[in-house]
Structures are given as C-alpha cells and as structure tokens.
C-alpha cells in the first residue's frame, strides 16, 4: 500500500475526499493545489501509518515509510532547487500533525528542520542575512529540544529551559527584547542551548537532517497519545484508532522582513456568522507567534482594521502607524489573498478557516479548513449558504451541529442589569454568550466553585479541563485566533481575550482592573459578544428565537419522522417546551407535585397512616392539588398527548430525616416522635432504586393508584367542559411483569368508568407502560396485550441493564471513561449495542402483538443526539426531552432522517 502521498507544482496525489487516510490537512493541502492554490511542496504521511506505529513501534512505521519518504523529500528538493544540509542551498522543512478531525493546537509541530551548522551558514548567504539565519537556527533547537528531544516543562510552576537561558543572556546583555540580540549573541544562544540538550538528556542535538527528520515524524505520532490529545478526544468524541497523519512541508518564511508576514483568516465571522473576510496578521513573523498570543497582532482588512481599533480605543493616527491592516500595509499580497478566500470557499461550500505566510511578497496558503464557530454562526451561516442558494435544504440541516443550538438557548445578560454594570476591562469578543462566576488563576482550580471564571495571562492546551469547567475565559494576551478563543469558540464557552487593561499576579492569586484589585473568589461577569468585562454579578435572561433559527426548526419539521415530545412536570415548562416546539408530554413526574408546599404535608400524612382508611384520607386532600396541576398542564398542551406517569419514587424521599423536622411533623399530626421515627426506619432500604418503588407502590397501596387516576380523568373532563382538548395518558412505572401492569390498568379503567359516570361525560385516554426494568423489554410481547403504549424510561434501563446504581455510577465511571472500558458515560449517551438491544427487541415484540403500540423514550437520552438517532432507526414514534433540549432533539430527529 501506499504510505505517503506527494504534492506541489499544481499536483497532488491525494484528495479532499481522502481526509480519513490523509487527515484533514493533508487532504486539503493536495486539493488546494489541484484547484491552483499557491501552497509549498510537501508529502503527507498517511493515518495508517501512525497506527501501526502506535501498535507495533517506531522501527515497523519507520521501515515502512523509509524509501518512500526518501523519495518524497527528493521530490521537495527538485521542486524548490534546495538539499537537505546544504552549505548553499539548504532545503529547510516544516513537520506538522494532522488528523481526521481538526484538533486546535493538541499536538506538536517542528519549523525550520533541517538546520544545522552548515544549512545557517546556506540560510544566511541565500538570505544575505545571518541574524535571520541563525536567529530560525536557535527557535529550531529550542522547538526540537521541547518536543522531540522531550525538554518541555511538566509542571505549570517550570519554566522552559530554553526560556531560561534566553532570559539569563538578556541580562547578561543588558537587554530586554529578543530582537535586540546580535548575530554573535545568537550564535551563543545556539551552543548553549545545545549544550542545554546535551545536560538534561545525555543526548547531542542531531546535526544530521535526515535524523532530525525521522526524530519529527516519530515525535509527531508520539503526540497523538499525549495527555492533552487524549483529553480533547475525550471530549470531541475523536476514536483513538483514527490516528494522526504528518505533514512535511518546504518552509517559507514570513520573518524575512518588513515584506514578509504571516497570519490566519476566517471567510465568514466564526462569531457571528457575518459574511466578512476576517482575520489577524504580523508582519516579519512566524505562524506559531500569531496563534501564541504574544504579540498584539493585526486585522486583515481596513474595515476590520477600524472596527478592531475603536473596540481598543485606538486613535486613527496611531492605528495607521502601528497596527495598519494586510490591506493598508499589502495591498498586492492582500488582493491575491482575498481572492483566494473566494475561491476557497466557493470550492468547499462552508466557511474556511486558512493560514497563510507571505514571503517577500508572495503568497503561500498552509492551510484551509473548515472554520470552527459559534452556534450563532453554525446557524447564520449555513441559513445564509441556503438562501444565497449555495447549499441546498438538506444539506444545510445536516450541517449543522445539534448540541450547538444549546448556545442559542442560553442566557444572556439582562439588558437592565447590564446598563447598571460597571466595566472594568475591555477584551476582544472572542466567543460569544454571559458569564458570571468567581474568578479562579488556574485550569486546575476551576471546579473550586460552582460557577468559576478562569483568569490567565495567556491560555495553552493544557488548560482544557479547566477551560471545559469553567463559566467563561477572560485572558490578558492574545488576538481572536489565540488559543483561548478558538478552543472556547469551540466548545461554545464564553471568552474574552486580549485584555490588555488587566494586571495579573499568580503569586498572590489576583489582578488588578481599572484601579481595583480583585482576588480568587472575587465575582465578575464576562460578555463574550463585546469584550467587555464587568465587576461583580450580573443577572442573565434568556435570548430570543426567531429568525434563522425558527428557519431550522421549520425544516427540521419537513424532513423528521420522528416527533418530539418533553419531560415536564409544571405548566410553566409545559409551557417553555410549547414554544420550543415540544408536540406534547412523554413524561410528567407526578412526585415533583407532591413535594411543594402544603402538599408534602398531606402525602406524609398518607405516608405514615396506620392503615388505608387513614390512607384514603390523607389522599383525599392530596386529590385537588393534582387535579388542578393537570389542568393547567393539559391546558398548557392542549391538542396534544400528555404522558402522566404515576408515583414513582420510593416513599422514604417524602419523609423528613432530621431531628427538627421530625419532631415539627409530630406535633403537627399530634403524635409521639417515636412514631415518625420508627416509621422512617421501617421506610429505609438498602437499594431503595430497586426497592418499593414505581408500580409496587401503586400495587401494594391501590389507593394512590386511585387517586392519581381520578385526579387525571377528573382534569380532563373539567377541561373538555371548558372547550380544551386534553389528552391524557396514563403511564405505570417500573413494570417487569404483565400481572403488575394489568392490576394498575384495572384500577384505572374502574376509576375513569366511576368518574364517567358520576360526571355524565366521557372522554378518551390511554393507558401504557414504561419499559424500565430488562424482564419487562424481554416480555414486550405480553405487555402489549395490555399496554396502549410503550416508553422506555432508559435512565432505569441503563441502570438494570448494567447494574450500575444510578445514584452510586459517578464514583467509578469518570475511571472507567478515562481507561476506555466506557467510551461514554451511559447515562448520557445510550449504550446502543446493549441497553439499545432491549429497546430494539421490545419495540418489535411489542409490535407484534398490538401493530398500532405507540413507543417513545422519556430516559435522559431523550435529547442527546446520537441517542436520537438509535431512535430513529429502531422505528420509535418520538423522543422526549427536558424543554430547553426541544430544539436539538428536533434537529437531531430530523438529521437521523436523512
Ligand atoms: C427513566 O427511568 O428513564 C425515567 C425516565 O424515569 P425516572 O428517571 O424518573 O426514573
Ligand atoms: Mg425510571
């Protein structure tokens, strides 16, 4: 097989659509230069390539890909007339991971390999510039000693050893920019960080080219299972198989002075969606300091440019002398740029994200991609693609990420609270959205408080966990391409970058903003949509939907089969999930009623009653509150199913276990404390998620039975007079066995008959069950003789399938993910292959009894979209979510159906 893939000169001999065997890059660089884009010569190694040697080491990959890539590099020397370690013409390279999925800054890259004390000396008078070449001399070896030769810091505290030296020469020298190092301090710098290497590792620097080349490849592949790759994985659902491919690649240079720069652009905003070149630049760089955020870098265009700098507060005068855009400063190299963002997205029909280096005037593309962005953006975008007829419906629909909509269902601040606010700082807008929480100084602390803002000077991939915790980012360096705005984009979190206004102290835990010092602790608030950052809280609201985005819930509609119904228990969430777009109720948790206010009172009444007669009276009492909760939950869903489920919970949850309330409850019913002390005792078990609960309540007490039913039937027809079309739906929890569902439904089929006649009036109603317990799945068949439908309540199926107690799971699981016995928490997202087989199975047995059974899922997976989909293709009638997950799993439903 083939292992590594050549391109350059207008010729390539991979493809976009090879990105698995290629990576993304590598499939884009070969087709960049199939569509005429400029791009440096280079080969790309394939993912398979890294696989083996993940599993069977670096000699096996290395003799696999040994002429090939002797060839490959052949083909860059004839392309741009240079050779490996030559004194004249030395061919310089790039080395760079990429995988099948874009992984912002996960793993390594290498720049300027192939330097050595000969190649500077070719470098330097190909250039007539010594300090150019041995300054890219001195960044290879500290690069190369970081992460191949492994002499990048561990701990957050270390500074790198290269750093250290730098610093040390500075001081030596009476200086404080890098740039004010001579040609001759350089050439010092060089020996002592090859000496450096030499101490910490016992190993000399590799001069050779050749092995400093196979040391790169091998240290890219190694990247792959690097801590923080792993973590990023984790959290993007990335397989490990996938692996990495590697990229080399001719260097161009965009430090080679003031006609030289580099920079990265967007063809549309990744924050908003506008259809706006964008992007940031620095002139006499390299790539890696535009995404560091070291230096305050440049807009592209004027128009940004003007945008950028009254966001900052800067003056035009000093903007035009200073921070003048690609546009202003190039204006040939900013033509040929721009109309290549055309053209690449014109080609690949999303937005790109590209990264370029002009080189003495001329243009070089590194890489395009398809661009990170907001939810907002994801919607603006690919509405914006259908209606400029770019893409067509379907396609538009499966662009989009469901879980993504959740940011445009999320707070923002409140218009009053804000306009009481006092800013302290001002940042760049990098993602989108509110924040309030307590500051924090390090990723490793951000789970210290319930809502946390994490506060640093820059952020680097090592602070994802931290990043992924916390409410919002707020940085002090760094542009809108820096890490921290990329990866925050990404994840949809709130940030702020580039606030230069702030002063930060890790010592002592705090910054100073605006004349005020704030400290670990300390509230502020972040809005990610303007950079501005706020002292203390400031109360959040929920945003509007309308627009694009009741344009995706329409097509969503268009292309689903699958409807979705919502998991609420109140009017007001009937309510929410109505304007979401919920088609009805899957699940209302009738317990939820029982424990406010007065009611709780009522059912430990109930509770505690010695015998029935005492029951009955306690429930008569609960039986208008339920009554009057349905009413306005039927209302609230008029036209629609409305699945009322019956008590669930074992009773011991409605008890008090303290002392106080304990004896309150006593002199409220005029016992002994003794006796509610005891009867909690009697309540208590030891697997009360597997004791008496759910339907072995309603069978061991029919009584509660009967009151639910009536409160339901009674409802109904109070609202039939009233012109209102309820449809209820009455579900019995927790069934194993056929026997326990046709008690219940005897129950309630006596009680609507009873109510029927005592009211003069009928209505229609369901009766079903959910499918909770594997014995009931098993059985499907039988319980369909009975059941008019079927919901699979899979947070208990998940549990009983497993035999992971859901309350107990969290100790263990977070382990289990971590070492890959779990690829995900099965709470969450449904373990298709085993719990999924029950829901399979007792969706077509149950059909074979009764064709017509309706079946849907009311369980946590309800509204995560990968479960969604199982759905869909099993043959379920909907899904049922909590309401603000309405819109996604509408999305989602829609999605599987294409
Ligand atoms: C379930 O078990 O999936 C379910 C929806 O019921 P509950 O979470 O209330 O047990
Ligand atoms: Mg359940």
Not at 325 to 354: I, R
Request: proline residues 4%; hydrophobic residues 40%.
């Amino acid at each position: 097989a083939k292992n590594v893939y050549k391109f350059g000169n207008g010729q390539a001999e991979g493809r976009a659509d090879m990105r698995n065997l290629l990576g993304g890059k590598g499939a884009n660089l070969a087709e960049m230069n199939l569509i005429g884009v400029p791009v440096p010569p280079g080969f790309t190694i394939t993912t398979d390539v890294c696989t083996t040697y993940t599993k069977e080491g670096r000699d096996a990959a290395l003799k696999l890909i040994n002429d090939e890539v002797k060839d490959a590099v052949a083909h860059i020397e004839e392309l741009t007339g240079t050779k490996f370690g030559d004194k004249e013409n030395p061919c310089l390279v790039s080395v760079r991971s990429g995988a099948r999925a874009s992984m912002p800054g996960m793993m390594d890259t290498i720049l300027n390999l192939g330097l050595n004390d000969m190649a500077v000396e070719g470098m330097t008078k190909k250039t007539g510039n010594a300090r150019f070449g041995w300054d890219s001399y001195r960044r290879f070896i500290q690069m190369y000693g970081d992460v191949v030769m492994d002499l990048k810091p561990k701990n957050k505290e270390d500074i790198d050893p290269f750093e250290e030296i730098i610093e040390a020469m500075k001081e030596e020298k009476g200086i404080e920019q890098d740039t004010e190092f001579t040609v001759d301090d350089l050439k010092v710098l060089v020996l002592r960080f090859k000496e450096a290497i030499k101490n910490e590792t016992g190993k000399e620097f590799p001069t050779d080219p050749w092995e400093q080349l196979w040391g790169a490849i091998t240290a890219v592949f190694d990247s792959w299972m690097n801590d923080r790759a792993i973590l990023y994985r984790r959290l993007n659902n990335i397989p490990e198989e996938w692996g990495t491919a590697v990229n080399v690649q001719a260097m161009v240079f965009g430090n080679m002075g003031d006609n030289s720069a580099t920079g990265v652009a967007f063809t549309r905003d990744a924050a908003t969606g506008e259809d706006l070149f964008n992007g940031e630049y620095l002139i006499n760089a390299q790539g890696e300091d535009v995404v560091a955020g070291i230096r305050t870098p440049q807009q592209i265009t004027k128009e940004g440019s003007l945008r950028w700098a009254k966001l900052a507060g800067i003056s035009e005068e000093e903007r035009v002398s200073k921070f003048p855009s690609l546009e202003e400063s190039m204006p040939a190299a900013y033509k040929e740029l721009n109309e290549t963002q055309h053209k690449l997205e014109e080609h690949y029909q999303d937005m790109q994200d590209l990264e370029f280096t002009i080189q003495e005037g001329k243009l070089w593309l590194l890489q395009t991609r398809n661009g990170k962005r907001t939810g907002a953006a994801m919607v603006k975008i690919a509405m914006d693609m259908l209606k400029e007829g770019k893409i067509d419906e379907k396609t538009a629909i499966l662009r989009l990420e469901a879980n993504k909509l959740d940011e445009l269902l999320h707070p923002i601040f409140d218009t009053k609270a804000l306009e009481q606010a006092t800013v302290i700082a001002k940042g760049l807008p990098a993602s989108p959205g509110a924040a309030t929480g307590q500051v924090v100084f390090f990723a490793d602390e951000a789970e210290k408080y319930e809502n946390s803002i994490l506060v640093r000077i820059e952020t680097s991939p090592e602070d994802l966990e931290g990043m992924n915790v916390a409410r919002g980012i707020l940085t002090a360096r760094g542009g809108m391409t820096s890490h921290a705005a990329v990866v925050a984009r990404g994840m949809g979190k709130c940030c702020v970058s580039g606030t230069g206004g702030i002063k930060i102290d890790y010592k002592t835990r705090s910054f100073v903003a605006d004349g005020k010092t704030y400290k670990e602790g300390d509230w502020i608030s972040l809005n990610g949509s303007t950079g501005e950052v706020y002292d203390g809280k400031v109360i959040t609201k929920n945003p509007d939907l309308s627009g694009d985005f009741g344009h995706i819930m329409d097509l969503s509609d268009k292309f689903t089969r699958m409807h979705v119904r919502t998991n609420a228990d109140t009017p007001k969430d009937a309510q929410v999930a109505r304007n979401f777009g919920a088609q009805g109720i899957g699940l209302c948790r009738t317990e939820h009623m029982f424990f406010e206010g007065e009611r709780i009172k009522a059912m430990r009444e109930m509770i505690l009653a010695s015998d029935e007669e005492g029951r009955r009276k306690a429930l008569d009492k609960l039986l208008p509150y339920q009554r009057e909760d349905f009413e306005g939950i039927f209302e609230a869903m008029a036209g629609y199913g409305v699945t009322v489920r019956l008590l669930d919970p074992p009773l011991h949850e409605f008890v008090p276990h303290q002392q106080a309330t304990q004896k309150e409850l006593a002199s409220e019913m005029g016992v002994a404390i003794d006796v509610i002390r005891s009867k909690v005792a009697e309540l208590e078990e030891f697997n009360p998620m597997l004791g008496h609960r759910g339907c072995r309540l309603g069978n061991t007490y029919p009584e509660i039975t009967e009151m639910q039913a009536r409160a339901i039937i009674e409802a109904a027809l109070n609202l039939k007079a009233k012109g209102v079309d309820a449809r209820p739906e009455i579900m019995v929890p927790l069934v194993g066995t056929i026997k326990e569902l046709k008690l219940q439904a005897d129950i309630i089929n006596e009680v609507a008959e009873k109510v029927f006649e005592e009211k003069g009036a009928r209505i229609d109603y369901k009766v079903g069950t959910m499918i909770e317990v594997p014995r009931a799945a098993l059985t499907a068949d039988e319980i369909a003789d009975v059941a008019e439908f079927f919901s699979f309540g899979t947070n208990d199926l998940t549990q009983m399938t497993f035999g992971y107690s859901r309350d107990d799971a969290g100790k263990f699981l977070p382990i289990y993910i971590k070492k890959g016995i779990l690829k995900n928490d099965p709470f969450q997202v449904l373990d298709q292959q085993g719990v999924g087989q029950l829901v399979d199975l007792a969706t077509k047995r149950g059909r074979e009894t009764n064709p017509k059974l309706k079946v849907g899922i009311c369980g946590e997976h309800g509204g995560e979209p990968s479960s969604v989909e199982f759905c869909n293709g099993v043959g379920l009638d909907y899904v049922s979510c909590s309401p603000y997950r309405v819109p996604i799993a509408r999305l989602a439903a829609a999605q599987a159906n294409l």
